[in-house]
């Protein structure tokens, strides 16, 4: 949580102490992610080397999963990288921010609070299922929820103790406190208000859990928990058991290795071998530099599968020689941020791979539509990038020698092997995604370790630790938009919508033009993928309603989503760049718009032209 940030010097010595505390956890996040490598590699090896599947290893990558989802969910905790939007709370006095955060602090603890009891009667009844293979108690595996749940309450009591004023907290306790005991003496009245529930808990409060800086998950798990315990007779366990249903699909283990992948890239700098090969082909030509900044961005994600990754690899390769090219900062910075929204659909793509476990589509069939809706969005990217550069002189720029460039084409050939594995075995269904990323991860830390300077234990240990962090954050949030967007489904609301955008005038065109608007707002409010998670189960029937195929469906509310997450004043992917690029913010401001209104229009030709995504299936 934000709060660990305002630590006073004589809490100080907190920090050395929570890590010591946490180093048993670490270790066991570090050991689990190694384990789900090496057993689903063993997998794959058994299946296709020797005809002999070992049934036993998913259920055991299943338990061994969601303790590391949970796990990080922990971690991520404690080292404050849970997601959420601070854009609001940053705006307030000093003195007004003490007491949001303490809020916020208040809010995650109700939420754990209310959640414990449940998870452990959620272990209770899964005590009687046995696994088939393993024949082991189910409990083993859901019992990580209620360890999470109870461990991360144990971390957000001790930083509220120790670095929130006490009548900040006091003061949000007795808030917290009273809206709690007013929701509970009304419910019978609540009760009757029907669908009006939905705009009170699930709208209302969510929003405003999530300007006051709480965590996005919990500002889903706030509302969902306040919605079902106030306004109707439903057992909260259910939360529990969608949490435990939205991150346990197998389908979701790749998030966490694909995760892994990326860091293995940036480690081991095979990103920057295939940045400089680009640059020494195309770099020298007018707008050349901005060609191989895309360029790369499209390639390099076809290896990670995360923006912040990609950006991470591209900018520090290329910002330098732009800068000496005569390239301002600001419109750096603004190519970065909007080359990595459009190459968020190139696989693999970790948006994809949950948008087809939530939705229920095809994640072959989305990485082959996800190649060429990015090469359109690309087209229009590059199109502007040459209009800009128009009066840009290249005569000083010397082309490299055709030694030059087969050297650093040897160089760059194991990296470039990886985007083509991934596709083509996904793609041409080989193998799974959760199988190609376990393949990628192993050939990039072999290939990374014997030509590209390798990786030290040490920096290894970070990077696993990493990986749990991040995916347990990414994780919870699945979890908890699952539960959200259940509860809004048996609210009988989704009928009603149906019925409403199926019977605008325009028909299923103004429902894409409904659906870019909504995706790009909360792709700006939510970080993106929250806002596939929550409304994925909603929108997707009123698309099949339409007629509208699941494949072209989901590209367009990807775009959508990525081109919000990238917009100014709100979206988070913005900052990150601005971050990435050492710009300031209002600079890039500026810059950036007529890149995204490029990227508006590609996904505008994109949803009127189905056959963009599903000519390739």
Not at 412 to 429: K, Q
Request: glycine share 10%; proline share 5%; charged share 10%.
């Amino acid at each position: 949580m934000q709060a660990i940030e305002e630590l006073s010097p004589e809490d100080s010595s907190l920090i050395p102490l929570m890590k010591r505390l946490m180093m048993p956890l670490e270790v066991l996040s570090a050991a689990l992610m190694v384990g789900i490598v090496l057993m689903l590699f063993g997998g794959v090896v058994a299946r296709y080397l020797f005809s002999q599947p070992v049934g036993w290893i998913d259920e055991t990558v299943s338990i061994a999963f969601i303790w590391v989802a949970m796990f990080g969910a922990v971690l991520a905790m404690h080292r404050n990288e849970h997601l959420r939007l601070t854009m609001f709370v940053d705006m307030l006095p000093a003195r007004a921010r003490t007491y949001v955060h303490a809020f916020a602090l208040v809010a995650v603890a109700a939420f754990l609070m209310g959640l414990i009891g449940p998870s452990i009667e959620h272990v209770e009844s899964e005590w009687i299922m046995t696994t088939p293979a393993l024949e082991i108690p189910n409990s083993i595996r859901a019992s990580a929820i209620a360890a999470g749940m109870i461990l991360m309450l144990g971390i957000v009591a001790v930083y509220a103790v120790k670095t929130v004023p006490m009548y900040s907290l006091v003061t949000a306790i007795l808030g917290v406190g009273i809206f709690v005991a007013l929701c509970w003496w009304f419910r019978p009245q609540l009760a009757e208000l029907g669908m009006l529930n939905i705009v009170f808990f699930l709208c209302g409060l969510v929003a405003l859990c999530l300007v006051a800086g709480v965590p996005i998950a919990f500002c889903f798990g706030c509302g969902v928990m306040a919605f079902l315990a106030f306004s109707s007779t439903v057992p909260l366990v259910v939360i529990v058991g969608r949490i435990d249903e939205g991150m346990g699909n197998m389908v979701l283990v790749s998030v966490p290795i694909f995760v892994l992948l990326g860091c293995v890239l940036d480690a081991t700098g095979m990103g920057k071998a295939i940045v400089d090969l680009l640059a020494s082909l195309i770099g020298h030509v007018k707008a050349g530099m901005s060609y191989v900044l895309l360029g790369s961005l499209f390639i390099v994600s076809g290896i990670s599968g995360s923006k912040v990754s990609d950006m991470a690899t591209v900018a520090p390769a290329l910002f330098p020689e732009m800068k000496r090219r005569g390239n301002k900062q600001p419109e750096m910075v603004a190519l970065l941020a909007t080359g990595a929204a459009m190459a968020d659909t190139v696989p693999p793509s970790i948006v994809l791979i949950v948008l087809g476990s939530v939705a229920g589509v095809s994640i072959a069939g989305l990485f082959e539509a996800g190649i060429v809706v990015a090469m359109v969005l690309l087209l229009a990217l590059l199109v502007l990038a040459r209009w800009k550069a128009r009066n840009e002189s290249t005569g000083h720029i010397k082309r490299p020698t055709a030694k030059i460039i087969g050297r650093l084409a040897l160089i760059a050939a194991p990296a470039l092997v990886l985007p083509f594995l991934i596709r083509s075995a996904v793609g041409g269904g080989v193998a799974t995604a959760t199988e190609v990323s376990t393949i990628a991860v192993l050939y990039a830390m072999l290939i990374g370790q014997i030509l590209y300077g390798g990786i030290g234990l040490k920096k290894l240990y970070s990077m696993l630790v990493e990986t749990a962090a991040l995916s347990g954050a990414i994780l919870l949030i699945l979890g908890t938009a699952s539960s959200m967007a259940w509860a809004i489904t048996q609210s009988g609301i989704v009928q009603e919508l149906t019925q409403f955008l199926t019977t605008l005038p325009g028909g299923w065109v103004a429902f894409m033009g409904v659906t870019v608007l909504v995706f790009l707002i909360l792709g700006c409010l939510l970080e993106g993928l929250p806002a596939v998670l929550l409304l994925a189960p909603i929108m997707f029937p009123i698309a099949k309603t339409l007629g509208i195929h699941e494949i072209h469906y989901s590209m367009v509310i990807v775009c959508a989503m990525n081109i919000g997450l990238m917009m100014p004043p709100i979206g988070v992917g913005f900052y990150v760049a601005c971050r990435i690029g050492d710009a300031k913010p209002d600079d890039v401001m500026t810059a950036i718009w007529p890149y995204i209104a490029a990227l508006i229009v590609g996904v505008v030709v994109i949803a009127l032209v189905p056959a963009l995504s599903t000519f390739m299936l």
